[in-house]
Nanobody
């Protein structure tokens, strides 16, 4: 069994910052890509940022220059530093990871989601 546990969401004023964390635990053999998606009310889930096992990154245009994704492979953890937050960033943020539980089995895993609300 593999679990992704997120933390760090909350309420912040426009222009503020938050840092999300997501730790993978359980039968983790290796982790490939990790990332963050978000879903706002009435909208589809969208990619925010992803990071490869070697550290390569990709961001949605809407967050470039404001958000930074990073990972600590020793801790099986991915982070999302969010700066200059806007009301449009309000959403439930989901952690994602492509995890191998053995040399033969790889699957996609999702966290339970953490609410980020940007409001004055």
């Amino acid at each position: 069994q593999v679990q992704l546990v997120e933390s760090g969401g909350g309420l912040v004023q426009p222009g503020g910052s938050l840092r999300l964390s997501c730790a993978a635990s359980g039968s983790v053999f290796s982790i490939n890509g990790m990332g963050w998606y978000r879903q706002a009310p009435g909208k589809e889930r969208e990619l925010v940022a992803v990071i490869g096992s070697g550290g390569s990154t990709n961001y949605a245009d809407s967050v470039k220059g404001r958000f930074t994704i990073s990972r600590d492979n020793a801790k099986n953890t991915v982070y999302l530093q969010m700066n200059s937050l806007k009301s449009d960033d309000t959403a439930v943020y989901f952690c994602y990871a492509r995890i191998s539980t053995s040399s033969l089995y790889t699957n996609n895993y999702w966290g339970q989601g953490t609410q980020v609300t940007v409001s004055s």
